[in-house]
Structure formats: C-alpha cells, structure tokens
C-alpha cells in the first residue's frame, strides 16, 4: 500500500478556496500536514476545527492588479511550496450573445489568473530549485458547448499553458500539472437535475464524482510520489473524458 501524502512543513497556496472544491482542496491538504494560504473573491467558508494554521486573502483575479496583489501576498513571507490554481468562472451565456466584457471576464479569471501566478511564483520556486503547480482544468476543453464555449477555450488554453511552464521551469525542479474534475451532484451552479442523472448515467462508472477524489489525485501530483511527473492533464471523471459512441 502507498503511504498517502506528506506535506507537514509545506506550505500551499489554493485561488477559489471557498468553493466547493476549493474547500475540499484545503481540508485534503490540512489532514497531510500543510500550512495553508488559501484565496477567493468572497469571505473565507468555515472548515470545522482547523488542524493546522492557515491564512486567507480575499482576492479579485478578475483583475491584472488583483492577481499581482495576490501574487505579492503570497510570496511575502516564503515562497509556497505548491500553486493550485482552483479559481475558475462559468456563466451559462450562449457563444453568439457572451459580451466583450463576459468574454475578458472569463479569460481574465481562468487564464490570465494562473498565468500571471504560475509566472511569479513559479519563477521564486525555480530560484529555489523546487516547487509543484497544480491548474485545475475542465472537460470542456475539448467539448463544444454553445453555452461554455468561452469558458472551454480558457481551460484548454490553460492546458496549453499548463504544459508550456512544466517544459519552461522543469530544468529548475519545478513541476507542473493539470488536472480535469468529473461533475459532481452538489457542485450544479444552476445545473438542472434531469441534466445531472444523464451525465451519470452516460460515465463509463455510472456516476457521478464524489467529494475528494478530485483532490485526492491533486495532493499526489503535488506530493514527492509524482516527482516524475510534469505537463500532464489528468481526468478524475469515471472515463467521461474517453472518446466513445454514448449509449442510445
């Protein structure tokens, strides 16, 4: 059996920490010893009893300057040594009606966000010469939805770019991974049930994900077990992601 994750003594940066993932994010890393630096745009959320120390900044990464204050913020004291890259938006607006201002509001939150923070942190943990990134991805960068496209080019991009800094910073033992979430049933943000049953019964496993897988495969990829391991994008989603002819 693999010994889980050891990150007492590491610290961990976490965007969009009080969203559901985000939360579980912090609660998988807390449980394996992390100091936490957690962000979002809201208050902080409550996690129960904390088990180890955390601190929290609410953060705009919709904008240039918020995302370099966050950037400034983090590497304050030390430089953390792990990224995950959480925060995303989608809004359902139809390709043909998403305006210029939905348009940068997306990019600027899914792509221009963990572009800026993986470039300045990513450039203090190469000076050190060690340090794991984490971006979280979707799905839907490589399925067109009319109502998401916008957001499906900002993940595949991010994809793209998530390759890109592991070929940049890996010489300096910086690694750099992406992983894609399955849906999960308490995670809808306005996604209709009827829509959720489909999804589940169409996975390969007939379900849907389930709180903390997706951040059990994050807490490996940033741990020293995936140390041979960079500009990867792996689906935690039961094999939704297999190219195959759905059922009738």
Not at 30 to 59: I, K, W
Not at 61 to 89: I, K, Q, R
Not at 135 to 142: E, F, H, K, Y
Request: charged share 20%; aromatic share 6%.
């Amino acid at each position: 059996m693999t010994a889980a994750p050891d990150f007492r003594g590491r610290t961990v940066a976490i965007t969009g920490a009080a969203g559901a993932y985000g939360q579980d994010l912090a609660r998988a890393f807390a449980e394996l010893g992390a100091h936490l630096l957690l962000s979002d745009r809201t208050e902080p959320v409550p996690m129960g009893p904390p088990t180890q120390t955390m601190r929290y900044l609410r953060a705009d990464l919709a904008s240039a300057a918020g995302v370099d204050a966050l950037a400034d913020w983090l590497l304050a004291d030390a430089v953390p040594d792990v990224l995950v890259n959480n925060a995303g938006v989608f809004p359902f607006v139809d390709l043909m009606e998403l305006s210029p201002e939905g348009f940068d509001a997306i990019l600027g939150v899914n792509l221009r966000a963990p572009w800026r923070l993986t470039q300045r942190v990513g450039a203090a943990m190469a000076a050190r010469g060690a340090g794991a990134i984490c971006n979280i991805s979707s799905g839907a960068a490589s399925v067109v939805r009319e109502n998401g496209a916008v957001y499906g080019a900002s993940k595949a991009a991010l994809e793209h770019l998530t390759q890109a800094f592991a070929v940049r910073l890996g010489p300096a033992g910086v690694r750099v991974n992406a992983v894609r979430p399955g849906l999960r049933g308490d995670t809808r943000d306005g996604i209709p049930d009827e829509h959720l049953r489909r999804v589940g019964q169409g996975v390969p496993l007939r379900r849907l994900a389930q709180p903390g897988e997706v951040a059990a495969m994050v807490t490996f990829l940033c741990s020293d077990a995936a140390a041979f391991v960079t500009g990867q994008t792996i689906s935690v989603d039961g094999g939704n992601a297999i190219n195959r002819r759905m059922p009738a």
